[in-house]
């Protein structure tokens, strides 16, 4: 039989390793699930290389920071120093994390609740959703073959092929440039497709920049604008490929004429933004309110925001939202009403909301 932990943490971000930190301290069993291949991978994704870490507090905010460990420090310093010294503490303190797991469901059972992920499921007492509010969009389109990279970990893997970066953003142009940068320092002449769906990319001026010195380094880049991904496939050699639509010809017989190209999906990477975490709300049956006018004043009419208790427990029992997952705002039943709660997305909030989440479980659970 598989083990029951008393609480199942999905996402190893500073919500959820203040959450791991904060049972592994008070003795409850824990395990962290992580979809990356590191914890805070999130933020390893998302901040700029050399970003400073602020450890930033909203002003009117009455407590300190409850897990002291994790922590930026007060004089900034870069993401990767951030990164180092919390992977050092996670090893230092053997806290319990599965990398590569992605979270899909969860299922109620008599002893508890069953996540399930693309690596088996788990069972715990309580679940703890701390995926923070970037979730990668999936390539839309139609077929069987769909799994596709969101980020670039290495970027020699795509050295001696031809590779695909869709998207019309910073965090795409970032990748082109860091795969254009590796193939040029090792002489690689194949080159870097970028696709976007539009006419127009869209990227701002210091990325614009560094594009542009790459390019003139001798970066072997191709643009395709206007390109649309059509079909995931799996060809005669059982080698998935995105079709990727790069024109078309409207015809007055009413046939269209198109131009595709086809890529192993090994060699493409779809910076395709994120989306919030509503879709994954609905998946899992946790209920949430929509703002109508007036009601609320940080999310804007129409936005559906989770419903959690004071003690970020949702409406499905034995599961609770943390950090990232509920900013900027969510609703929170409190006294028997129901209001906007303010919830600014920074490390400060993930770590509290740990902290007070923890102490609610310890109550619930009687330790
Ligand atoms: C560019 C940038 C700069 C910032 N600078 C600062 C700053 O200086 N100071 C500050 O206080 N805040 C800053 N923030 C905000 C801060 O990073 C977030 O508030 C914080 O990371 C939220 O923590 P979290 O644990 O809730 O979510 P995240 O850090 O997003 O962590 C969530 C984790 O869950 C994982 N995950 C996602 N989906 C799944 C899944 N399906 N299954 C399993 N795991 C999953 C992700 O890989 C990730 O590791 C910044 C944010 C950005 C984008």
New binding site residues.
Partial sequence: MSTLYDVLI???????MSTAYLCHKHGLSYLV????KAI????AN??PQG?L??A?KPKDAPEPFMVEELR?PDKPVTVESYLQYVQHFVQHENLNVQTD???EDIRDERDGLTVVTSRGSFKGRKVVL??????PRELSVYGDAKMVAKNVEDATKYVGVKTLVIGGGNTAADVVIAILKTKREVNDSQPVYWAHKSEKFDVNKETAQRLGEEILLGGNIRLLPGAMPRIGEVDEEGVDRLVIRINEFKQVDGIDLYHAMSFPMQNVIACIGSQGPVPIFDKLGVQTIACTAGVCKIAKEGERLVLLSSEFESTRKGVYVI???ISPSYMKISEGAICEEKHP??????INDAYHVVEAIRGKLGR
């Fill in positions: 999905i996402g190893g971000g500073p919500a959820g699930l992580e979809s990356g805070f991978q999130g933020i998302s901040y970003k870490v602020y930033s930026p797991v992605a979270f701390s995926f923070g509010s970037n979730i950090g990232g997952a997305n920074l490390i400060y909030t993930a």
